[in-house]
């Protein structure tokens, strides 16, 4: 399994991202997809998540109504759009796989891609 997150990098206060992840070596479509994201010298904490078929999301509070998950099961990808970003957005953010639906806890994913670093700059 392969879950190869791309998109990050260094930004404005305000700016937008959109990050992609890629997977492959599993059946996509039976996945829930989850974003997570690890600040420096935090622990990684629950971004998104998007269930199997993209029918139901959920989000952190702390990114609401600035974050959309979405996913394209054609494309096996799933993406995150940030808006509105702001240097407490900085950290390296993780995609990952799922079985369970709408899980929230890092604990509840099997699958881990390797990264990808945001940094936002006042």
């Known amino acids: 399994v392969q879950l190869q997150a791309s998109g990050g990098g260094p930004v404005q206060a305000g700016d937008s991202l959109r990050l992609s992840c890629a997977a492959s070596g599993l059946a996509f479509g039976l996945y829930g997809m989850g974003w997570f994201r690890q600040a420096p010298g935090k622990e990684r904490e629950f971004v998104a998540v998007?269930?199997?078929?993209?029918?139901?999301?959920k989000y952190a509070d702390s990114v609401k109504g600035r974050f959309t998950i979405s996913r394209d099961n054609a494309k096996n990808t799933v993406y995150l759009q940030m808006n509105s970003l702001e240097p407490e957005d900085t950290a390296v953010y993780y995609c990952a796989a799922s079985t369970g639906i709408l899980r929230l806890n890092r604990s509840e994913y099997g699958h881990w891609g390797q990264g990808t670093l945001v940094t936002v700059s006042s």
């Open positions: 998007i269930t199997a078929s993209g029918g139901s999301t």
